[in-house]
């Protein structure tokens, strides 16, 4: 293909995209999903007219997702607001990451240690993909829904992202089952804490200080700097991306100290926020809409139409939904509508599994597989976002 053609093809994707966002808003149907479904219409139209499609290497896939990420987590960060009233909410989202996802995990791992006879190790591996929930897909999903439940769902979901990567870096360990693993671990986490806090105060000097007209991407490189050396350490490293989002959208109330406030001030960052969360909020989209896109169109069609694939997506499906109700109904006792439904995976879950070493790969957990789980709990989410609609007491939206 000549360099016109790729960039009217590009020009048509991101066309094509804010179309599906515009139709989310009206219908409710996930754009990620009407993304994925164009990827894999995209593919067979390529085999029916070209011969063969060109594979997409997963090295493309992973930039995308982590780039993604990361500005997908600093574009929820960058919306919410920490005061005293939002202590309940925030704990009641990390317990529900935290709790959800460990007995989905483990349930996950459960059912694929007696299906296929593998190692726990490898079957715990292979379930936190499957369980993790995806901020990239979760948060601009939610963006109409408002209130409380809108905040809930967004501080889960990236707690989730978090949670799952501190998880999977966890279980990675070769002495994973035994003692000193609890020790390292701990190390890690203390060590995040102290890079978040150093990283953060950095990056807000920079976003107060830099006066040239080219700022904004010179943070953002500075920040996927600082994320990717914080990962080739093994550390959880987008806890950085989110201590830096709600640093920066809570300034005026965490800075109160005079040196804090002559060393970073914080005018200048309520001044640059605007076109910060603009910014983000544009390249978030930018990103989002090529992986999906590249995501789908990397799914082999044939292989999904096999009924053994499909029932083990909804099987694992099914039990991930089961856990998530008993805890939402027995346990926080809070409404189900739309929090039971809204759990998708995606990004975050292909990240986590194209991480998996390849002697900790399971055959039956396969791209195919994933591509089911991320199909299936998106159009959970679509009812999700439909019943809540519906609902009086949560208005129209």
């Known amino acids: 293909m000549g360099p016109y053609t790729i960039l009217i093809g590009l020009s048509l994707a991101v066309l094509l995209s804010y179309i599906f966002d515009l139709a989310a808003r009206a219908t409710k149907v996930p754009s990620v999903l009407l993304l994925l479904l164009s990827g894999i219409a995209l593919s067979q139209a390529a085999a029916y007219w070209g011969g063969v499609p060109v594979a997409v290497p997963p090295v493309l896939l992973q930039l995308f997702g982590i780039v993604g990420l990361i500005l997908i987590v600093l574009e929820g960060s960058l919306d919410l607001r920490l005061t005293r009233d939002k202590a309940p909410l925030i704990r009641r989202?990390?317990?529900?990451?935290?709790?959800?996802?460990?007995?989905?995990?483990?349930?996950?791992?459960?059912?694929?240690?007696?299906?296929?006879g593998a190692r726990w190790q490898s079957c715990l591996l292979n379930a936190v993909p499957l369980a993790?929930?995806?901020?990239?897909?979760?948060?601009?999903s939610v963006a109409g829904l408002g209130g409380e439940k809108q905040e809930f769902i967004v501080y889960e979901s990236t707690f989730s992202d978090i949670v799952g990567i501190m998880m999977f870096n966890f279980i990675l360990q070769d002495d994973f089952a035994q003692g000193w693993s609890v020790i390292t671990f701990g190390r890690d986490v203390l060590a995040v804490v102290v890079v978040a806090v150093l990283s953060t105060a950095l990056l807000a000097?920079?976003?107060?200080?830099?006066?040239?007209?080219?700022?904004?991407?010179?943070?953002?490189?500075f920040l996927v700097l600082i994320y990717s050396l914080a990962k080739q350490l093994h550390l959880s490293s987008l806890v950085l991306v989110l201590a830096f989002g709600l640093a920066v959208n809570n300034?005026?109330?965490?800075?109160?100290?005079?040196?804090?406030?002559?060393?970073?001030?914080?005018?200048?960052?309520?001044?640059e926020l605007h076109q910060l969360k603009s910014i983000t909020a544009e390249s978030a989209f930018l990103i989002r809409t090529f992986f999906f896109l590249l995501f789908g169109y990397s799914i082999t069609l044939s292989h999904l139409a096999n009924v053994t694939l499909l029932l083990q997506g909804a099987l694992i499906v099914g039990v991930?939904?089961?856990?998530?109700?008993?805890?939402?109904?027995?346990?926080?006792?809070?409404?189900?509508?739309?929090?039971?439904?809204?759990?998708?995976?995606?990004?975050?879950?292909?990240?986590?599994?194209y991480s998996i070493p390849t002697r900790f790969l399971i055959g039956e957990v396969s791209e195919n597989i994933l591509f089911v789980v991320i199909l299936l709990t998106g159009l959970l989410m679509m009812v999700g976002l439909q019943l809540a609609r519906k609902t009086p007491e949560l208005g129209e939206y």
């Open 93 to 116: 989202s990390f317990l529900a990451a935290v709790l959800i996802m460990g007995v989905q995990v483990a349930a996950i791992a459960a059912l694929l240690h007696f299906y296929v």
């Open 251 to 271: 300034a005026d109330q965490l800075l109160h100290h005079p040196l804090l406030r002559r060393f970073l001030h914080p005018e200048q960052l309520a001044r």
């Open 320 to 353: 991930l939904t089961l856990v998530r109700y008993v805890y939402l109904r027995y346990v926080a006792r809070t409404d189900l509508v739309p929090e039971l439904f809204i759990a998708p995976k995606g990004l975050i879950s292909v990240l986590l599994f």
């Open 132 to 140: 993790v929930v995806s901020s990239a897909v979760a948060i601009p």
């Open 205 to 221: 000097w920079l976003l107060g200080r830099l006066r040239s007209h080219v700022k904004f991407f010179l943070l953002f490189a």
